[in-house]
């Protein structure tokens, strides 16, 4: 029996997990693939207040080891089921566990443009990941889907390394930070393709060219040998849903600013939380309060 089990080992999953050990509570964090969350893919954190130029792996581990120094048990466990009652049972892939309370921070899953080969060319070409995959493009012609600050982020990673980026965009207005925008503006190398889309991927065995087709209806082909999907995030599609309450696009709704959920004794921290700003920052806060919470009710 634990005190809280915490789905998820990203800012929110890790933050709530510190807070919840630091009471003396018996905490399990699951996670499906590796902790950190999406930060972990981040080259620099630059907007977290006294965090500066900092890699996201290295951020990531240092929340990590501050959860599991504290006394929070971390277990790599895709959690599939949640059972209500008291207590509340939590089934994964591998084992069956009984809680008194649950944080449900299970993040976010990268879209997919939807486009026939995206998953074959998952490797050989086809990225979610810039940081990841990045250097296997050094010198050679890139693009990158996408308007938020992940695509611009994205690009302005891949002008150091590849020959050319081009970035393609559905509007003429960008998502992300001006700033990033004129830095990008500067680059030579980088050549904005703006009220399109990308609507064929080129290429068998790997990722030889897209078709762009703009807004007005044309289409070009561009010799590419990677592309870069940064089109954002939707909740992973999880039976533990099931029996909570989200909007009409899968994101959790907490019914009040203590993050409850319609569930007793679950809360709700992090991306998966319908909410207006998705950043490192709303997801530490996120965690800190649903565990003062989960704390506070089971200390009652
Ligand atoms: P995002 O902000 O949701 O942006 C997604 C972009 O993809 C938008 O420009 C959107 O276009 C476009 N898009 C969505 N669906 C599409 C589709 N089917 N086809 C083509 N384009 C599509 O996602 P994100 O950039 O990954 O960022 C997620 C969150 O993390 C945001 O809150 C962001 O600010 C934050 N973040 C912050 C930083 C930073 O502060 N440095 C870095 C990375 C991420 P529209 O604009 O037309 O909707």
Redesign the pocket.
Do not use: W
């Given at each position: 029996m634990y005190d809280i089990i915490i789905i998820g080992a990203g800012t929110a999953g890790l933050t709530a997990a510190i807070y919840a050990s630091r009471s003396g509570k018996k905490v399990l964090v699951l996670e499906t693939l590796a902790a950190g969350g999406?930060i972990v893919n981040?080259n620099k954190i630059?907007?977290y207040p006294g965090l500066f130029h900092v890699s996201g792996y290295d951020y990531s581990m240092k929340l990590l080891h501050q959860a599991e120094d504290l006394g929070a048990e971390i277990k790599y466990e895709k959690a599939v089921d949640l059972i209500e009652g008291n207590p509340l049972k939590i089934k994964t892939l591998k084992n069956k566990y009984n809680t008194k309370a649950c944080i449900l921070a299970l993040g976010v899953v990268n879209?997919k443009?939807?486009l026939d080969g995206e998953e074959r060319l998952i490797g050989k070409g086809i990225s979610y990941c810039a940081t990841c995959d990045g250097a296997l493009f050094r010198d050679k012609e890139v693009a990158v889907?996408?308007?938020?600050?992940?695509?611009?982020?994205d690009a302005l990673y891949l002008s150091d390394l590849a020959s050319k980026v081009y970035l393609i965009?559905?509007?003429s207005e960008?998502?992300?930070?001006i700033e990033?925008v004129n830095k990008l503006k500067n680059k030579k190398n980088v050549e904005f393709i703006l009220d399109s889309?990308?609507t064929k991927l080129i290429g068998e065995e790997k990722l030889e060219g897209i078709e762009v087709t703009n807004n007005d209806g044309s289409k070009k082909e561009i010799p590419v040998s990677a592309l870069f999907v940064?089109?954002?995030?939707i909740p992973e599609n999880n039976n533990i849903l099931d029996i909570i309450d989200t909007d009409e696009r899968g994101y959790i709704i907490a019914k009040d600013d203590a993050l409850h959920t319609n569930i007793e004794h679950v809360y709700v921290a992090g991306?998966i939380r319908e909410k207006g700003?998705?950043?490192l920052v709303t997801a530490a806060s996120d965690g800190a309060i649903a565990a003062t919470t989960a704390i506070r009710e089971l200390n009652k």
């Amino acid at each position: 029996m634990y005190d809280i089990i915490i789905i998820g080992a990203g800012t929110a999953g890790l933050t709530a997990a510190i807070y919840a050990s630091r009471s003396g509570k018996k905490v399990l964090v699951l996670e499906t693939l590796a902790a950190g969350g999406q930060i972990v893919n981040t080259n620099k954190i630059d907007n977290y207040p006294g965090l500066f130029h900092v890699s996201g792996y290295d951020y990531s581990m240092k929340l990590l080891h501050q959860a599991e120094d504290l006394g929070a048990e971390i277990k790599y466990e895709k959690a599939v089921d949640l059972i209500e009652g008291n207590p509340l049972k939590i089934k994964t892939l591998k084992n069956k566990y009984n809680t008194k309370a649950c944080i449900l921070a299970l993040g976010v899953v990268n879209r997919k443009l939807n486009l026939d080969g995206e998953e074959r060319l998952i490797g050989k070409g086809i990225s979610y990941c810039a940081t990841c995959d990045g250097a296997l493009f050094r010198d050679k012609e890139v693009a990158v889907n996408g308007g938020g600050n992940t695509a611009l982020d994205d690009a302005l990673y891949l002008s150091d390394l590849a020959s050319k980026v081009y970035l393609i965009h559905r509007r003429s207005e960008f998502r992300g930070n001006i700033e990033t925008v004129n830095k990008l503006k500067n680059k030579k190398n980088v050549e904005f393709i703006l009220d399109s889309n990308v609507t064929k991927l080129i290429g068998e065995e790997k990722l030889e060219g897209i078709e762009v087709t703009n807004n007005d209806g044309s289409k070009k082909e561009i010799p590419v040998s990677a592309l870069f999907v940064a089109i954002g995030q939707i909740p992973e599609n999880n039976n533990i849903l099931d029996i909570i309450d989200t909007d009409e696009r899968g994101y959790i709704i907490a019914k009040d600013d203590a993050l409850h959920t319609n569930i007793e004794h679950v809360y709700v921290a992090g991306d998966i939380r319908e909410k207006g700003l998705r950043q490192l920052v709303t997801a530490a806060s996120d965690g800190a309060i649903a565990a003062t919470t989960a704390i506070r009710e089971l200390n009652k």
